[in-house]
T-cell receptor, first 115, second 112 residues
Framework: DTAVSQTPKYLVTQMGNDKSIKCEQNLGHDTMYWYKQDSKKFLKIMFSYNNKELIINETVPNRFSPKSPDKAHLNLHINSLELGDSAVYFC??????????????FGNGTRLTVT | GQQLNQSPQSMFIQEGEDVSMNCTSSSIFNTWLWYKQDPGEGPVLLIALYKAGELTSNGRLTAQFGITRKDSFLNISASIPSDVGIYFCAGLTTDSWGKLQFGAGTQVVVTP
């Protein structure tokens, strides 16, 4: 009954490959997010979708393409992986607008290692 | 963009001691949030603050929203081993659609 589940938990791949990370939430939230945590543990938003529509798109290389088939799912596809893409990627969800009344619920992360 | 400065970066404390950490911002936030991240897991919300001057407790945790709306602090009293983890402050503005600005985190290590 995990609220926000993302798969896989670990992903090891070579430079140049294309990979996807999947995320699903069963909280009935209408907004989903992707955050990236770097090696220094700094968390930064990448994308946000509200009811399947993109509402936040930070300065992220266009090799990263989020896709939301419905409001319970937000997947992240990454093309032509680079060494610098190695990080932990967190999916999160909230009911708009994501403040303390409806805080972000995070998944347990996907640790991506690019070799 | 907004910068959140969180300090200290890490703390090594003995069980039973109190812990204090704070965050300051160059800009005003409407909401301050404190999250905890355990190893291998995602951040979990501890406390949310909505008004300047607000003081809120959650068990042994107490957090305050600064009067200027540019800072917040978190106290943990009588620490126990399970308090180990990384604590993050995060700020939110009303029009940010959940775009949290996170501090760099405070690593807390509790020794018996």
């Amino acid at each position: 009954d995990t609220a926000v589940s993302q798969t896989p938990k670990y992903l090891v791949t070579q430079m140049g490959n294309d990979k996807s990370i999947k995320c699903e939430q069963n909280l009935g939230h209408d907004t989903m997010y992707w955050y990236k945590q770097d090696s220094k543990k700094f968390l930064k938003i990448m994308f946000s979708y509200n009811n399947k529509e993109l509402i936040i798109n930070e300065t992220v290389p266009n090799r990263f393409s989020p896709k939301s088939p419905d409001k319970a799912h937000l997947n992240l596809h990454i093309n032509s992986l680079e060494l610098g893409d190695s990080a932990v990627y967190f999916c999160a969800s909230s009911q708009t607008p994501g403040d303390g009344d409806s805080p972000l619920h995070f998944g347990n992360g996907t640790r991506l290692t690019v070799t | 963009g907004q910068q959140l400065n969180q300090s200290p970066q890490s703390m090594f404390i003995q069980e039973g001691e109190d812990v204090s950490m704070n965050c300051t911002s160059s800009s005003i936030f409407n909401t301050w949030l404190w999250y905890k991240q355990d190893p291998g897991e995602g951040p979990v919300l501890l406390i949310a603050l909505y008004k300047a001057g607000e003081l809120t407790s959650n068990g042994r945790l107490t957090a305050q929203f600064g009067i200027t709306r540019k800072d917040s602090f978190l106290n943990i009293s009588a620490s126990i081993p399970s308090d180990v983890g990384i604590y993050f402050c995060a700020g939110l503005t009303t029009d940010s659609w959940g775009k949290l600005q996170f501090g760099a985190g405070t690593q807390v290590v509790v020794t018996p």
